[in-house]
């Protein structure tokens, strides 16, 4: 049968415009949170991180927000071009481990 | 991250082979792990170890074995391979320190295996 999560959640975005991904985590007890960009045929790339204590961190061209109120994560991409094409992934982390969420593909049109 | 390497790249086996995957990184990490990725799901952790002599189960250690030769290496191995072993592995580090909240795990480019 059918695999369960075979078809990514997808978003396509318009080269220039601003994307963003969002994630839900699971523990309130995550204290530390990491985006991941995976590109076709090449392992998960680091692309920010945040802390519990924080809300917001900028990087360049990329912002992660942080709602612990609701156990949201998202991703900003400023005036994502075609090289951004890729599968997101967030990652939560209570100190040892990492957890990681199902993705999300981000398409870009030219 | 050229960092971390894994060989191989891909493999073809049949089923009940034994296949061992090596990992080797040159970051001076203490921390490697061994994950597996199929299609269209995220990242479920295999195997992980914390020092030499410090190996713990992930979340799908059935079926997996692993042994840490050194600092820099840690291979993963498929006792018999089985049809739904086909995946793509990947290999991660990190340098988690006492007092730092943070984890960041770098990965290898992964080894893509199929079990016929």
């Known amino acids: 049968g059918e695999s369960v999560g075979l078809h990514l959640p997808t978003l396509s975005v318009q080269e220039g415009d601003n994307s963003i991904i969002n994630c839900a985590y699971s523990?309130?007890?995550?204290?530390?949170f990491i985006w991941y960009k995976q590109e076709s045929g090449k392992g998960p790339q680091f692309i920010i991180d945040i802390r519990s204590n924080m809300d917001k961190r900028q990087g360049q061209r990329v912002t992660v927000l942080l709602n612990k109120t609701v156990k949201h994560l998202s991703l900003q991409i400023a005036a994502t071009q075609p090289g951004d094409s890729a599968v997101y992934f967030c990652a939560e982390s209570t100190g040892n481990m990492l957890t990681f969420g199902g993705g999300t593909r981000l398409m870009v049109k030219p | 991250d050229a960092d971390v390497t894994q060989t191989p790249r891909n493999r073809i086996t049949k089923t009940g082979k034994r296949i061992m995957l090596e990992c080797s990184q040159t970051?001076?990490?203490?921390?490697m792990y061994w994950y597996r990725q199929d299609p269209g799901l995220g990242l479920r952790l295999i195997y992980y170890s914390f020092d030499v002599k410090d190996i713990n189960k992930g979340e799908i250690s059935d079926g997996y074995s692993v042994s840490r030769q050194a600092q820099a290496k840690f291979s993963l191995s498929l006792e018999s391979a089985i049809p739904n072993q086909t995946a793509l592995y990947f290999c991660?580090?990190?340098?988690?320190?006492?007092?730092?909240?943070?984890?960041?795990?770098?990965f290898g480019p992964g080894t893509r295996l199929t079990v016929l």
């Open positions: 991660a580090t990190s340098d988690f320190r006492r007092g730092r909240a943070a984890d960041t795990q770098y």
């Open positions: 523990n309130s007890a995550s204290d530390y």
């Open positions: 970051k001076g990490h203490d921390r």
